[in-house]
């Protein structure tokens, strides 16, 4: 049958298999779409992981941009500090703590 990969791909194929058994299209699509905004926030976790891991191994110094909460700490602050200057204080380090 092949390798651990191919293996790996046939299982997923049957999970999708069985979890469409029996569902609607509308279902169904729900089920892709709600996998689908897994797969994405698991992508993401494991690149910040990744970046992180190479800012401490001290061998790069990997930017990320602002998140949410320290892109509005830097534009609470903008008042002071000239337009190209907001947000970075976050980005000198890589990941904000």
């Known amino acids: 049958m092949g390798g651990k990969a191919e293996k790996y791909a046939f299982s997923i194929t049957a999970a999708g298999a069985a979890l469409a ?18 797969s994405d926030v698991l992508s993401t976790i494991a ?11 001290g061998d790069a110094n990997p930017k990320l941009p602002d998140t949410p909460d320290t892109a509005a700490e ?24």
Do not use: C, N, W
Request: aromatic share 2%.
């Open 74 to 97: 830097g534009k609470a602050d903008s008042d002071s500090k000239s337009p190209d200057k907001v947000g970075t204080e976050s980005q000198e380090g890589g990941v904000p703590e």
């Open 47 to 57: 690149a910040v992981r990744a970046l992180e891991k190479l800012r401490d191994s």
């Open 21 to 38: 058994d029996g569902r609607s299209p509308e279902e169904i699509a729900l089920l892709s779409a709600s996998f689908m905004q897994l």
